[in-house]
């Protein structure tokens, strides 16, 4: 019996969505093993429903594919049925196309999106029959590379990453593939393969050839590079041209229903604004733009090959997009013929709002999505973001007057200053919302208020203020409940405990790279899933290993202390 009749005979019928682990989607691609030089995994460490959502995916897939030297197959985190059947079975985590355990692969490629899903790589690691740890792993073994937004800092994974790749993936995956292949044609010995690797390039970060240093209070400095030719400071590579590296036509479709269902295109890369909580400004920097022409194009065709009936425009700020009039035109002119909708989620709310809400429409969904982040006009000059209340409940307005129905709205709580007035102000704006809506819809709109605890974030501005204490957060968490009781407005906010122990991994050193694992060993499995999260895992390693949680997460980090994650520079 085949590996793939194995797993469809013995598993899939006692599986959450069995839909999810056979492949087979329209738009993916299945190479021969034996018709390419080289073949990349693209792991994604979450769930598929999660992982088919993401933009990057469906680029770096296409981008790989394309070249006829190189094949791109994919692998999600199972859910823990899955998983423990395949421990069962004594089966290992494969790849979607063409069923190849994880270690048959040369190159095995994670994109670190959150914090909390670092455990998910420790998961795939050990079910795809791959040594956990860098040390363990020979020329035989695939090369582990990581990249994304949570490898600003690369410490807390350094253990279980060969190479982390800073900045844009388009020019560089492919790059380190290419020459990984001739290192594994001139090494048998991986160390000597890993630091030429390292030397190549000044975008990537090799842990094992950085020392890890402490000061007298056992504050993690800045690693430096034990070898030669290994970067002091490591530098983003950057894809000057966006419009070089087009999104897929045919994406591929999901067997399952998934977060996102929807044709997305990137439309610019990076933002005007200078926020200064946001690391993804500061990763995404300087500003590129795909053209109005471009992205019409792309919408079209895309549309045409799956037969969505949903276009999504990213980026960090659309509305800032320079021609977005010009852009929204002609993407009306050749999607209402096909009932396509456009969807925009990423909005600024500036003195352009109102007449941008002109421009959308509510086919299939009349819910506006915006960050104010704080209430009040003054936190937000404080915070770096300079929007007022003003422009801010004109654009409601003009979103009500053109057929919206429903906000959702983005909160920071816990923001240095913040006052009591700043989390009533939270509730203040949000009803002040719903009475415009109310007075030109005659009926309250929904109104969703989402409250994120703040992290002050690597390589931000406020990277070394500590953040607010537990106490604190669940006294304005309260507060909150508080006010908005027999109001009407739908308030979420984060999970305290998981604020936490994403402050504690982000700002943390490599000494942290024993708590993930031993929590994985005690049954952390998809953290950044409620249903699944054990924080007593969490708590029983981070005592064990005696990491010192107050000084990491909420201390202030003077001003002359280096940074674990300093040797990463993107300015």
Known sequence: MTFRRKIEHLLLS???????????????????????RGRFCFAFPDVYTIGMSN?????????????????????FTP?????????????????????????????????LQYEMSFTNILTMLDLGGVPLHGAERTMSDPLVIAGGPSAVNPEPMSDFIDLFIIGDGEEALPAVCDFWLEMKQTFSDRRSALLETARQFPFAVVPQFYSVRYDSNG????????????????????????????????????????????????IMRGCPGRCKFCVSTVQKHP?????????????????????????????????????????MERLRNVLTPLNVSISV?????????????????????????????????????????????????????????????RVKMYFLCGLPEETNMDIDGIIDLSLEIGRIGKRIRGKT???????????????????????????????????????VRRTGISLKYH?????????????????????????????????????YFRGDCWEQAIAEEKINVNQIVHETIPDNSELPWEYVRYV
């Open 14 to 36: 006692e599986v959450t969505l069995p839909g999810q682990y056979i492949g087979g989607e329209l738009g993916s691609i299945v190479k021969p093993k034996d018709s390419v």
């Open 55 to 75: 933009y990057g995916l469906q680029l770096l897939y296409s981008l790989i594919n394309r070249r006829n030297d190189w094949a791109c197959e994919r692998v």
């Open 79 to 111: 859910y823990p049925d899955m998983e423990q059947l395949l421990r069962k079975n004594g089966l290992p985590l494969y790849s979607l196309e063409t069923f190849s355990p994880l270690a048959e692969f040369d190159v095995l490629g994670f994109t």
């Open 219 to 266: 504050r993690a400095l800045k690693p430096v590079p034990t070898e030669s030719g290994v970067p002091e400071v490591v530098r983003p590579v950057i894809v000057k041209d966006i419009e070089s590296f087009e999104p897929p036509i045919l994406r591929i479709v999901p067997l399952v229903e998934c977060v996102q269902d929807r044709v997305a295109i990137e």
């Open 287 to 327: 500003i590129r733009i795909r053209s109005p022409e471009s992205i019409a194009r792309i919408a079209l065709e895309s549309c045409l090959a799956t037969g969505s009936n949903e276009v999504s425009l990213l980026s960090l700020s659309t509305s800032d997009y320079p021609k977005f009039e010009e852009l």
């Open 345 to 405: 989620p990423s909005l600024r709310v500036n003195h352009q709002l109102s007449s941008v809400m002109q421009q959308l429409t509510t086919e299939r969904t009349s819910g506006l999505t915006l960050a104010p982040e704080a209430a009040h006009d003054e936190m937000r000059r404080r915070i770096g973001k300079p929007i007022t209340n003003e422009n801010l409940l004109a654009g409601c307005e003009s979103a009500f007057s053109n057929g919206f129905n």
């Open 445 to 483: 709109p929904i109104i969703t208020t989402n409250v994120s605890n703040f992290v002050p974030k690597p390589h931000t501005s406020w990277e070394r203020l500590g953040m607010q204490s537990q106490g604190y957060f669940l006294n304005a968490h309260t507060q909150l409940v508080n006010r």
């Open 495 to 531: 999970t305290l405990e998981t604020s936490l122990l994403e402050a504690l991994i982000c700002r943390s050193d490599r000494r942290l790279c024993r708590v993930i694992e031993k929590a994985w060993r005690l049954g952390a499995r998809l953290d950044a899933w409620t249903d």
